[in-house]
Structure formats: structure tokens, C-alpha cells
T-cell receptor, first 115, second 110 residues
Framework: DAEITQSPRHKITETGRQVTLACHQTWNHNNMFWYRQDLGHGLRLIHYSYGVQDTNKGEVSDGYSVSRSNTEDLPLTLESAASSQTSVYFC??????????????FGPGTRLTVL | GNSVTQMEGPVTLSEEAFLTINCTYTATGYPSLFWYVQYPGEGLQLLLKATKADDKGSNKGFEATYRKETTSFHLEKGSVQVSDSAVYFCALVGNTPLVFGKGTRLSVIA
């Protein structure tokens, strides 16, 4: 069955370190998204991509970067981790055919703690 | 810009009670509206959606009607079960990617 996976599921790191969170989907979806979930804020969009080599900034992109070299993967990099980036991170994907109105399928999440 | 406002939680109900979670939105044009559900320890999954005014989305006994005149998409269920305990998110997509409300935690007690 097609799916979307995230790794690692849990990560503890130190302030200033570079961290990369992986997202892999097997639906062959062109659209992929990264969100962070924080109490009191719901889900906020970090970065998104509508296809290979395409990346766009979301609402809370500062301190994060993404790259899209193939259809299946959209890794999220924290260039220099900060305590404010402690959060749960979700990756999602959707089909291209109807554009951004399609249902998004979410991964199980990565809980990141920055000490 | 686009935004979604949903009622603050948590909401605690007894089994078989009626559920309403309010959601209103601000958007330009004609957005599509969604309700997502997040069960403990999991990612979000689509519960229902409506893509135009007066559409009613329904799934698993939940329903919501796209009301353009009141810019609302309230979630309802006639008789909740313990298994409905989760966080519910209202969301919209228009000329930008999905925008989510802050979520409403529902706890159903037996």
C-alpha cells in the first residue's frame, strides 16, 4: 500500500546543531508539505513543494530549508537548531491533478526536542 | 489573508451526546473546506470536505455544511462515541496551501 513515512520519529538534539528530518511518500504525489504543530497554534506551514526542484516558503520558514531532488522525498533541514524549534513536525503530500484543493495525506510525525 | 477560527477546547461529552464544533473562516474567492481528525499519537487524516457553497460533507456519522453566507463550516455528530476522542481541525484551501484552525480537543467519556 502507498504510504508516507517520516524518520526519525523522535529526535533530541542540542542548540546550534544541524538536523535533517526525512519525509518519503510512495503515492507519486507532486505536492509535499512540512508543518509544525505546537500547543495553541495548531498546524503551521513551514515549506512546501509542487514538484521536483520547486520549493516555497510557508508561514514559519525562518531557520528551515528544504530541497526536492525527486518526487518521493522532501527532507526538512534545521540549519542551526534553536529551542524555539522544539515541536512535532508533520509531512504531508497531495495529488497534482486538482492542485492544492486535493486531500493531503499526513505522515505520523517527528517529535523534535532541542536542548 | 486566509484564516480559520474554531472554538477553543477542550470539549468533554458523555457518550451518545450531540457534538458541535464551530468553525468560521475568512478567505478571498471560493475556498474548499475540510475537517481533519488527529487521534492520539498519529498524524492528521481527512474526516470530510466540501468544495462549494451549500455542499455537505459527511463521514463516520460526522457532517458539516459549507455556509457561504455565514462563512462557516461547523462540525456535527448526533451521538458521539468514546472512540471519537481526538483533536479536530478545521482547514481551508483557496489560492494558498491549507490553512488550519488551532484544533479542538474532544474527550468522550463512557
Amino acid at each position: 500500500d502507498a504510504e508516507i513515512t517520516q524518520s526519525p520519529r523522535h529526535k533530541i538534539t542540542e542548540t546550534g546543531r544541524q538536523v535533517t528530518l526525512a519525509c518519503h511518500q510512495t503515492w507519486n504525489h507532486n505536492n509535499m508539505f512540512w508543518y509544525r504543530q505546537d500547543l495553541g497554534h495548531g498546524l503551521r506551514l513551514i515549506h512546501y513543494s509542487y514538484g521536483v526542484q520547486d520549493t516555497n516558503k510557508g508561514e514559519v520558514s525562518d531557520g528551515y530549508s528544504v530541497s526536492r531532488s525527486n518526487t518521493e522525498d522532501l527532507p526538512l533541514t534545521l540549519e542551526s537548531a534553536a529551542s524555539s524549534q522544539t515541536s512535532v513536525y508533520f509531512c504531508a503530500s497531495s495529488l497534482t491533478a486538482s492542485g492544492p484543493t486535493d486531500e493531503q495525506f499526513f505522515g505520523p510525525g517527528t517529535r523534535l526536542t532541542v536542548l | 489573508g486566509n484564516s480559520v477560527t474554531q472554538m477553543e477546547g477542550p470539549v468533554t461529552l458523555s457518550e451518545e451526546a450531540f457534538l458541535t464544533i464551530n468553525c468560521t473562516y475568512t478567505a478571498t474567492g471560493y475556498p474548499s473546506l475540510f475537517w481533519y481528525v488527529q487521534y492520539p499519537g498519529e498524524g492528521l487524516q481527512l474526516l470530510l470536505k466540501a468544495t462549494k457553497a451549500d455542499d455537505k460533507g459527511s463521514n463516520k456519522g460526522f457532517e458539516a455544511t459549507y455556509r457561504k453566507e455565514t462563512t462557516s463550516f461547523h462540525l456535527e455528530k448526533g451521538s458521539v462515541q468514546v472512540s471519537d476522542s481526538a483533536v479536530y481541525f478545521c482547514a481551508l484551501v483557496g489560492n494558498t496551501p491549507l490553512v488550519f484552525g488551532k484544533g479542538t480537543r474532544l474527550s468522550v467519556i463512557a
